[in-house]
Every structure is written in C-alpha cells, then in structure tokens.
Nanobody
C-alpha cells in the first residue's frame, strides 16, 4: 500500500513560516496527485493545496493563495508546502494525501477525491 509520511509542523508566531514535507512511498502508479489538507477543531477537513505529478498543475484554496507554495521533488516522491505569513486561522492538523489521476482529469482538491492518507502534523500559530 501507498505510505505517506508528513512532517514539519510546529508552533510558530503569526507572520512566521513553516515548511511541511510529505514523503510518499510504495507508489504503484505514475500519474498521481498529492494534496495537503487541514482540519481545525470543530471544522471539516478542507483542501489547502494540491499538485499533480504529470505536469505540476497546482491548486490553492483562496485562503492561502499568495502565502503558501506547494512544490514537489518527483524523483524522491516528496511534496513540500511552504507556508509564509501564517495566520491564527491556519492553526490545524495538516494531512497529506495521494490519489491516482488519469491523464487529462484535472487536479482533484476535495478530501473525498483522495484515497491514501498520511498521519497529520500539527501546525499551531500563536499571536
């Protein structure tokens, strides 16, 4: 089975930065998407940012556009999420997930679109 290992969370002051990493292993397909999702207490899990392996297409939630950047190292099956200018409302458990994406299907960004999930990493933004 696909395995995903997320890390990089921590405590940071508002305005600060963190970089999350998601290392994927045991992939059995070539074309895939990896996404970052987050879930704050009492809220539903939401898509933050996603990237496809085939052409590097990206998705960003409106709330993080201009502040977060997703990138990938396909050779190492690792995806990064650079988070800058963090806000209190970014506090959540962040998860990375992966799914197979047939060519031409666009980029999935909803949690239900993803089949494989890693454990979460907690990001806490303090004032």
């Amino acid at each position: 089975d696909v395995q995903l290992q997320a890390c990089g969370g921590g405590l940071v002051q508002a305005g600060g930065s963190l970089r999350l990493s998601c290392a994927a292993s045991r992939f059995t397909f070539d074309d895939y998407a990896i996404g970052w999702f987050r879930q704050a207490p009492g809220k539903e899990r939401e898509g933050v940012s996603c990237i496809t392996s085939s052409d590097g297409s990206t998705y960003y939630a409106d709330s993080v556009k201009g502040r977060f950047t997703i990138s990938s190292d396909n050779a190492k099956n690792t995806v990064f999420l650079q988070m800058n200018n963090l806000k209190l409302e970014d506090t959540a458990v962040y998860y990375c997930a992966a799914t197979f994406v047939p060519t031409g299907w666009g980029i999935p960004y909803r949690p239900d679109d993803y089949d494989y999930w890693g454990q979460g990493t907690l990001v806490t933004v303090s004032s």
